[in-house]
């Protein structure tokens, strides 16, 4: 039974990065119709885009991913002194979470500058 649902995981792993691509683009291109519908132009659209991308992006998905990074090891450290399995994912999410609101509170500081 096990193999079965090892089989099973590839293919659903690549069916769901495959609907949130398709999806991601649908909507890109629903917004660029909704635009042209009410008649701005290729500049104003252009322009539109770029004040919509978030400048701090980067800023924002590297402490999420240090953040992460830092979870994962002191679980593991901590695992390993203590033998109990559970602090891993507990400090993942946890710092995961401390990550988030780190991130939000640097952009807006860095917002308001």
């Known amino acids: 039974m096990e193999g079965v649902i090892a089989v099973f995981i590839p293919i659903v792993t690549v069916l769901v990065i495959g609907i949130v691509v398709v999806t991601g683009i649908y909507f890109q291109s629903k917004e660029k119709q909704l635009m042209i519908e009410k008649g701005l132009s290729y500049e104003q659209m252009t322009e539109f885009i770029k004040s919509k991308r978030?400048?701090?992006?980067?800023?924002?998905?590297?402490?999420?991913?240090?953040?992460?990074?830092?979870?994962l090891g002191i679980g593991l450290l901590i695992?390993?002194?203590?033998?109990?399995?559970?602090?891993?994912?507990?400090?993942?999410?946890?710092?995961?979470?401390?990550?988030?609101?780190?991130?939000?509170?640097?952009?807006?500081?860095?917002?308001?500058?």
């Open 54 to 71: 978030d400048p701090f992006l980067s800023l924002k998905i590297g402490i999420v991913i240090l953040f992460f990074g830092v979870g």
């Open 79 to 113: 695992e390993r002194f203590t033998g109990v399995e559970e602090w891993i994912p507990f400090l993942i999410i946890s710092m995961i979470g401390l990550g988030f609101i780190t991130a939000f509170f640097a952009a807006k500081k860095l917002s308001n500058k």
